[in-house]
């Protein structure tokens, strides 16, 4: 790049760094559009709106009812936030805390009726219209409305068919019978057997009298299709979308369907946040810590490189303030920590372009060269390594709910920003910077030839290394197990617990809070997961624990009298059921399941060799355990940021041992085929260890500055982090090789060649 150009590039990305900052922390306007002050925050941080529902009627309802109402009720208030949280509380009631909203009323007013869903026949027996088209929407779409309410509908039998009958709605593309073969877009639905009679009967009567039967979802028509044939085997077809995305959307509201119970509200409140001012301090003064310790390493390390890749993570934070703000994602404290740790893991996609750049450099190469070389040898493995655990994270947004979904927006943001800032930026700017007469290679570093570590001639003490950890926190659940009913320290929101209202004598802040009560309450339940949450404009606090005992609430009682003096009448306290879901633990199974072989799948067809496939997962299977053996042993608390963290290491694992299988198939095409095997494996890792130990450095500075600084719940998060970067360090550098070295070799019978 000639120097003129160099200038202007360089100009140009301070202009648009300071532009896009200025932005991110100031805003735009009165309102302050894209500042980080206006991302939606979650209840930890913001508080927002609770609702309790009651069960209508006098009859307990069933658990398998109260469950089903829940999970149904939890994908709906996904459309406000995926940090949304509902939960049972006693035996007919239902809390549901939305966050980041401050008009408890408007939310009731858009709740309505949680889950109607009707098919409604167009016409009553004496044949008086049920709806008529009222006007025609933009898209020239007619609009329709209801000319009687739902309970003249149910009273005079319009109502054929409601949303408990439907077992499965899925959007699907078709092809018409015209001669155009044009695309059509519909919803595929299957009846239960109670409603392929019910819809059986309902479409004969629509059919025979030429009519439409009518979608009815919350307060609205969703869609009127016209029937143009008796249905009769549990299966139907809604056409007439407009395009896939409209048909997804019909598809996941007949889904969540109608619930089986009738809900009323009981009371409502706005809450604060969970968490108080001096703990969201913290977690940015971690952030910052981390940050500049992070680029002092990278500039310290690879000199000149290091300070472009610096300055790129400083537009790659901007970015990700400015994206999370543009797609409304809510940010929780879990939230900010796996920001926070994707900082350290941008960093890997500069480390392996650095060291390819250092290796030509070696071979006698320019520094122009050597850069333009480093970065196109660098892309298959940064592609791969972030393809394979994009991969992982649609899948969860997809089929993923609640938690699990939030923290694979966030994963998806972080995974292409540090692609395209590693892969855009950094080079941009190092081009730049060499184009201003930066041209010595020893700013840049030279790879200082490296003897290769035999590594695989310790593979058997390396697997059993691992067995011994895997097989002894096996061991360690079981003895969990029997001394306490768990394997594991499941925190209430897997097990749920004791919700108490007390009503204080005096209005005490979150730090009050945290600094006077809840010591006192963790010695009463020896366990240090304590929520607290502020009633807006009252002195009450919402008070969460595992589930108390008679003794303990007593005791609880008393502690909080003598040292607050509240009285007994001021104590209320409810069993709560879990905020995660047995429906949400199934679907994050599943997820994962599926994300798992995605990726194996994409593995197998990019290398070409499902033994790299195969290697790879039992290498983030074996992660996975070795991190939870750690938590049976540790005992550390398993709530929502246990699934963050798995996810986590998941990604984390994946990408390291894309970087050693890359290497292996590179060095299998160039290396001299008389070359062993074993030589080839053990020269691939010698290559790629200094990108490991780096990248598993930098990430490890970010976690362990969040652990040192951060509170109570953010080093549940970090600590089992800490964990899962050594052991992806670990079993990519000793055990993925050995691995597929062995199945090469042994498991079809082949000398190592």
């Known amino acids: 790049m000639k120097k003129k150009n160099a200038v202007i590039s360089l100009v140009l990305f301070l202009i648009a760094l300071a532009g896009l900052g200025y932005v991110a922390l100031m805003g735009i306007g009165p309102t302050k559009t894209g500042s980080a002050g206006n991302i939606k925050q979650g209840l930890d941080l913001a508080g927002g709106v609770s609702i309790t529902y009651q069960v209508v009627g006098e009859e307990e309802p069933s658990a398998d009812d109260m469950n089903d109402t829940i999970y149904k009720l939890q994908k709906r208030v996904e459309g406000y936030s995926t940090e949304a949280q509902v939960y049972q509380e006693g035996t007919d009631r239902i809390n549901i805390e939305i966050p980041g909203v401050s008009d408890a009323n408007e ?6 009726q949680p889950g109607s869903l009707y098919f409604i026949s167009a016409t009553d ?135 089986k119970l009738e809900l009323e509200e009981m009371r409502s409140n706005v809450v604060g946040a969970q968490l108080g001012s001096d703990a969201i301090n913290t977690s940015l003064k971690a952030a910052v810590i981390g940050f500049a310790l992070v680029c002092i390493f990278m500039i310290a390390v690879y000199f000149l490189p290091g300070l472009a890749s610096a300055l790129a993570l400083v537009m790659y934070v901007i970015l990700t303030l400015l994206v999370l703000n543009g797609f409304n994602i809510t940010l929780t404290l879990p939230g900010i920590a796996g920001i926070i740790l994707s900082i350290g893991m941008a ?33 298959s493995a940064i592609v791969d390594g972030n393809v394979t655990t994009l991969i992982a994270a649609i899948v969860l947004v997809i089929k993923g709910s609640g938690t699990v979904k939030g923290f694979a927006q966030t994963l998806m943001i972080g995974i292409l920003l540090s692609m395209f800032t590693a892969m855009v930026v950094t080079r941009v700017l190092l081009v730049a910077l060499h184009g201003l007469g930066l041209s010595n290679e020893k700013i840049y570093g030279v790879a200082k030839e490296r003897k290769p570590i035999n590594f695989l001639s310790r593979k058997a003490v390396f697997f059993a290394i691992s067995l011994v950890l895997i097989v002894g926190g096996f061991v360690v659940m079981g003895i969990n197990k029997s001394s306490t009913g768990d394997a594991l320290n499941y925190s209430m929101e897997f097990k749920g617990g004791t919700s ?16 006077q009560v809840v010591p006192l309450l963790e010695d009463i339940t020896g366990d240090g997961y304590v929520q607290t949450q ?78 790299f496939a195969t290697s790879a997962v039992l290498a983030l299977v074996h992660d996975v355990l070795v991190v939870l053996a750690f938590y049976a042993v540790s005992k550390t608390s398993i709530g929502n940021t246990f699934i963050a963290c798995m996810l986590t290491i998941v990604g984390y694992s994946i990408n390291a041992t894309i970087v050693i299988f890359d290497r292996i198939r590179e060095n299998l095409k160039e290396m001299p085929k008389k070359t062993e095997l074993s030589e080839i494996v053990n020269a691939s890792i010698t290559q790629t260890l200094s990108r490991s130990i780096n990248t598993s450095f930098t990430t490890f500075i970010m976690v362990a500055v969040l652990y040192v600084l951060g509170v109570t719940s953010i080093r549940e998060f970090a600590l089992p982090l800490i964990v899962g970067i050594v052991c992806g360090a670990y079993s990519s550098v000793c055990i993925t090789g050995a691995l597929w070295y062995v199945m090469k070799t042994k498991l079809k019978g082949k000398k190592a060649n």
């Open 107 to 112: 939310i009731l007013q858009e709740l309505g």
């Open 500 to 515: 108490t209202t007390v009503t204080f004598n005096e209005d005490m802040s979150i730090e009050e809070l945290d600094a």
């Open 347 to 379: 960093v890997d996609a500069n480390v392996i372009i650095f060291a390819r750049i250092r290796e030509e450099l070696a071979t006698g190469k320019t520094v122009s060269s050597s850069i333009k070389i480093g970065f196109n040898k660098a892309t």
């Open 125 to 259: 027996d004496a044949g008086n219209y049920n709806y008529s088209i009222v006007g025609i929407d933009e898209n020239g779409k007619y609009v329709y409305a209801l000319n009687k309410t739902i309970d003249e509908l149910l009273a005079d039998g319009s109502i054929k068919v409601d949303g408990t009958m439907v077992a499965a709605a899925n959007a699907a593309q078709t092809t018409d019978n015209s001669a155009l073969q044009q695309n059509q877009y519909v919803v595929e639905l299957n009846f239960t057997d109670e409603g392929t009679q019910a819809f059986a009967e309902a479409t004969q009567r629509a059919f025979e009298k030429g009519e439409t039967l009518a979608i009815y979802y919350d307060g609205e028509l969703v869609s009127v299709p016209t029937v143009s044939t008796v249905i009769t085997g549990g299966q139907a077809q809604i056409s007439g979308m407009r395009d896939i995305e409209e048909a997804r959307n019909l598809a996941s509201t007949i889904r969540i369907g109608g619930l």
């Open 534 to 611: 502020k009633v807006s404009g009252t002195t009450e606090v919402i008070i969460k624990t595992r589930t108390l005992t008679v003794e303990e609430r007593e005791e609880m009682g008393a502690v909080l009298s003598e040292n607050f003096g509240v009285g007994e009448d001021s104590i209320q306290s409810e069993t709560i059921s879990a905020t995660i879901s047995g429906e949400m633990k199934a679907d994050a199974v599943i997820a994962v399941v599926i994300a798992t072989i995605c990726m194996l799948l994409y593995i197998w067809i990019r290398f070409k060799d499902i033994r």
